[in-house]
């Protein structure tokens, strides 16, 4: 185990890769001489490849999401940045008619193994075009893989896992965890897609939450713990694919759920498991299942009000005391 | 540039090819037996044909949603091809894809594209992908007139520029995007003068033109394979029917029709090899005959096959 922030991990797993496999590339703005607007790339990653590996494109989201689609049909595996998640829309129809349907249009004839690291979330006053979670507009279009890790190990081991997969997978970076420290283990470390895990077991309630809000989950079990209620934190890991076995099995225990998800409230990610549960689940079910999420607005600018914004551990708490 | 009289006889046989697979599909679907919508090629012959006669088996080319052509002259093959428009399961695509989405990825066709201009950053990746490998492979790209008025050819030729990509851009400019003509859709005349913003040559062909399409693509291909960056051809050609079949193009004036008609690319070429001296008349009726028999056997194979199961609809979504 290495002790390093969340970015290192993540660059951690990209050196591994791309020193493993001669075909895997970096490209986006700004992730060759300024290291990555995040610093993600800085960590040795272009040091140790170079700009011709690790390639600073121009701002054209539309040509680095589409030329990686070409790149990866032609026999490549692009890493490329959309920088901020907010801009998928300039990339859309490269992700969502391109990049997502090529393998199946084609009957098969070809692979598009891409990923696109992005980073979303709110809480450093980046305001409505810098701090969203849009995880639900990737998860709606079947043919793309979406992760979203919370930890700095999963980190490592997800980055690997989505590089060695030969879908085009998402992903998200929440901007909240760069700055964390976390241990990661060594060597080859792979979180398998798919998987989610159990960040705390519990008896009396199920927490579902990914990303950032895993921590926030986690900071609410504490509080709840205080009141004598045992929650279960299970952290999804990957969204697409889902894990909905481990959903069902921890509700299964618990008889109640919680969701937790900092993207906005209608269509949010969270209303899928919702409908999941109640539909596969509901004899399990002894509770209405609550979603714990952003109002339905735009991320507001002033920290007053992106306080309001993000979901808290008081908020999550409150919800499963109000389960009853 | 070859002057071979097999080589010569393989361009004219490859137009007919596609103009009588156009022919076929149309006649299919005006008889309601083919599903979907059908977007001809007929009338730009000369420029999938020119372009794939100077590219090597390791060469990419991705497509349009008019992209019939292209994958005949890449070496398609018209069984698998009928099959795939008529939606059956011995389509190239399993019956997933239909015309729009017609693939041959083992000849390096990365695919036909149903959004305009989609197909160009797609061709400008897999030109990063030649330059990785570093044997002098290209990527060929083709788009319409309206299509470069998308942001994607914007982006995608300004990064092959910037990253000296091997990429050649055709622009099939048959002068009208949908109904709209070109001076409607845009305020320069010549498509190629867009290639100055990027820093890279900008070249015109006759469209209608086979040997001239080839010769201007040689050069192109060459500038891209030894290392000197992309290049944008524009094909000045004309489409012989509407946007898609059902379309009268009522927009179109009949005179200008009319004019383009008169230089059909494949009779022109027709007429040159014969007073040339290459061939006889013969020769070229011959070769319709063949051709003719080839299509009739994939209108038959393609409607005497399977239509894909429910089974099939769920497969393919992800790669193992």
């Not at chain 1, 290192?8 to 992730?31: C, H, K, N, S, W």
């Not at chain 1, 598009?112 to 075009?129: D, E, F, K, L, N």
């Not at chain 1, 081991?157 to 590089?163: E, M, N, P, S, V």
């Not at chain 1, 309630?205 to 509080?223: F, G, N, P, R």
Request: proline share 4%; aromatic share 6%; hydrophobic share 45%.
């Amino acid at each position: 185990m290495k002790r390093m922030n969340f970015g290192e991990a993540i660059a951690e797993g990209l050196t591994l890769e791309m020193e493993r496999d001669p075909t895997i590339y970096i490209a986006g703005e700004d992730v060759g001489i300024f290291g990555g607007s995040f610093g993600v790339t800085g960590h040795g990653v272009f040091q140790k490849f170079g700009p011709s590996r690790v390639r600073d494109t121009p701002i054209s989201e539309t040509a680095i999401i589409g030329h990686a689609v070409g790149a990866a049909a032609a026999g490549l595996r692009p890493v490329v940045e959309l920088m901020f998640m907010d801009f998928v829309g300039i990339a859309g129809d490269e992700l969502w008619n391109q990049a997502a349907k090529m393998h199946y249009m084609f009957g098969g004839q070809l692979k598009v193994p891409m990923v696109v690291r992005t980073v979303s979330g709110a809480g450093i006053g980046a305001a409505a075009h810098h701090s969203q979670s849009l995880e639900a507009m990737i998860a709606h279009v079947p043919g793309l893989k979406l992760v979203a890790p919370a930890t700095h190990a999963d980190a490592k081991g997800l980055i690997i896992a989505a590089i060695r997969d030969d879908n085009p997978v998402v992903f998200v970076e929440h901007k909240m965890l760069y700055g964390l420290q976390g241990d990661v283990p060594e060597g080859d470390h792979v979180v398998r897609i798919g998987v989610a895990d159990l960040k705390k077991l519990g008896a009396d309630v199920t927490i579902v939450a990914w990303s950032a809000m895993v921590h926030t989950a986690l900071a609410a079990a504490e509080l709840l713990a205080a009141e004598g209620i045992d929650a279960e934190v299970l952290d999804l890991r990957s969204l697409v694919p889902l894990d909905k076995d481990a959903i069902l099995e921890s509700v299964a225990k618990t008889n109640k759920l919680v969701i937790a998800h900092e993207a906005v409230r209608t269509c949010g990610f969270g209303a899928e498991i919702a409908a999941l549960v109640a539909d596969e689940g509901f004899d399990l079910l002894d509770a209405p299942i609550k979603r714990v999420t952003a109002p339905d607005t735009p991320v507001p600018f002033s920290p007053a009000l992106e306080a309001a914004y993000v979901p808290t551990a008081e908020k999550i708490r409150a919800a499963v005391v109000s389960l009853g | 540039m070859s002057q071979d009289r097999e080589h010569l006889l393989d361009l004219y046989r490859c137009m007919v090819k596609i103009r009588a697979f156009e022919d076929a599909a149309h006649a299919q679907f005006l008889s309601g037996a083919m599903p979907g919508f059908l977007h001809l090629y007929s009338g730009e012959e000369a420029v999938a044909v020119g372009v794939m006669a100077v590219l090597r088996d390791d060469d990419f080319v991705t497509s349009t949603h008019r992209g019939h052509g292209h994958l005949i002259a890449r070496g398609g093959d018209v069984n698998l091809m009928m099959a795939e428009i008529f939606g059956r399961a011995t389509g190239y695509c399993k019956g997933k894809g239909g015309s729009m989405h017609v693939a041959d990825v083992k000849l390096g066709m990365l695919g036909a594209n149903g959004v305009v201009g989609a197909s160009i950053p797609i061709g400008t990746g897999a030109a990063l992908a030649c330059q990785f490998k570093g044997e002098g492979a290209v990527s060929v790209t083709f788009f319409g007139d309206g299509a470069t008025n998308r942001g994607t050819f914007h982006e995608s030729l300004n990064l092959a520029s910037v990253w000296q990509l091997p990429a050649v851009y055709i622009c099939e400019n048959n002068l009208y995007g949908v109904a709209n003509c070109q001076r409607e859709h845009m305020n320069i005349c010549d498509i190629a003068d867009r290639a100055k913003s990027y820093g890279m040559p900008g070249v015109i062909v006759d469209g209608n033109d086979v040997l001239a399409v080839r010769e201007a693509t040689a050069e192109a291909v060459a500038r891209a394979r030894e290392g000197g960056g992309p290049t944008l051809v524009e094909c000045k050609t004309w489409r012989h029917h509407g946007h898609f079949v059902g379309d009268a193009a009522t927009y179109r004036d009949p005179a200008e029709h009319q004019e383009w008609m008169e230089k059909d690319p494949i009779p022109r070429f027709g007429a040159d090899l014969v007073s040339g001296g290459h061939v006889t008349p013969d020769d070229l009726a011959f070769i319709q005959a063949e051709i003719a028999s080839e299509l009739e056997a994939a209108v038959a194979f393609a409607v005497g096959s399977p239509w894909p199961t429910e089974a099939d609809l769920l497969t393919d979504v992800y790669t193992d």
